[in-house]
């Protein structure tokens, strides 16, 4: 049960675009549409921004974005703002468990 | 609106046991199941199991099996995370969160320290 993989951190100016990837393997992100984001604030519980890859639950903005490609899926958050400034961690069904990333630091410039 | 409020703050010796009650409501509780998701300071989250509040079936991250077990109270829509034999990098937040057959977190409880400390 081997966590996915995203970059440590990635930054963006406000009103720029940013890419977040989560790689994983045919066990998990490539064999299942169950792929999940999550926003989380410091010392805030997590919040749920994508889920089965690509829906977004009601009240997210529609500048949350999710895609998948084989064993990666992405997050693309576009016009970025001062408060996207988090944490953000992908999560993905693997048949009887889920795996999370390692989390990936999204600081605006 | 979905709630879910967990239990406070703990403090537990090594070798203790530690159990954490997450109270749902503004959802039908038996027709989701509960996710269970710890947090070590300042790392990333980990996956700790699942139960059905359905039918109280489980399934559990193969690093914690054998120490964790995870119940549901129908009458009052609580869920419940136990577990034993703490050691100090169990010393985490934990999160309880309503979550689809899959397991995956939907919504998600305030959290709860525990610290496991001699």
């Known amino acids: 049960q081997s966590a996915l993989t995203q970059p440590a951190s990635v930054s963006g100016s406000p009103g720029q675009s940013i890419t977040i990837s989560c790689t994983g393997t045919?066990?998990?992100?490539?064999?299942?549409?169950?792929v999940s984001w999550y926003q989380q604030h410091p010392g805030k519980a997590p919040k749920l921004m994508i889920y089965?890859?690509?829906k977004r639950p009601s009240g997210v903005s529609n500048r949350f974005s999710g895609s998948k490609s084989g064993n990666t899926a992405s997050l693309t958050i576009s016009g970025l703002q001062a408060e996207d400034e988090a944490d953000y961690y992908c999560c993905s069904y693997a048949g009887s468990h889920v795996v999370f990333g390692g989390g990936t630091k999204l600081t605006v410039l | 609106q979905v709630q879910l409020v967990q239990s406070g703050a703990e403090v537990k010796k090594p070798g203790a046991s530690v159990k954490v009650s997450c109270k749902a409501s503004g959802y039908t509780f038996t027709s989701y199941g509960i996710s269970w998701v710890r947090q070590a300071p300042g790392q990333g989250l980990e996956w700790m199991g699942w139960i059905s509040a359905y039918n109280g079936n489980t399934n559990y991250a193969q690093k914690l099996q054998g120490r964790v077990t995870m119940t549901t109270d129908t009458s009052t829509s609580t869920a419940y995370m136990e577990l034993r034999s703490l050691r100090s990098d169990d010393t985490a937040v934990y999160y309880c969160?309503?979550?689809?057959?899959?397991?995956?977190?939907?919504?998600w409880g305030q959290g709860t320290l525990v610290t496991v400390s001699s």
């Open positions: 089965e890859g690509s």
């Open positions: 969160a309503r979550a689809d057959m899959s397991g995956y977190p939907l919504d």
């Open positions: 045919s066990s998990d992100v490539g064999s299942y549409n169950l």
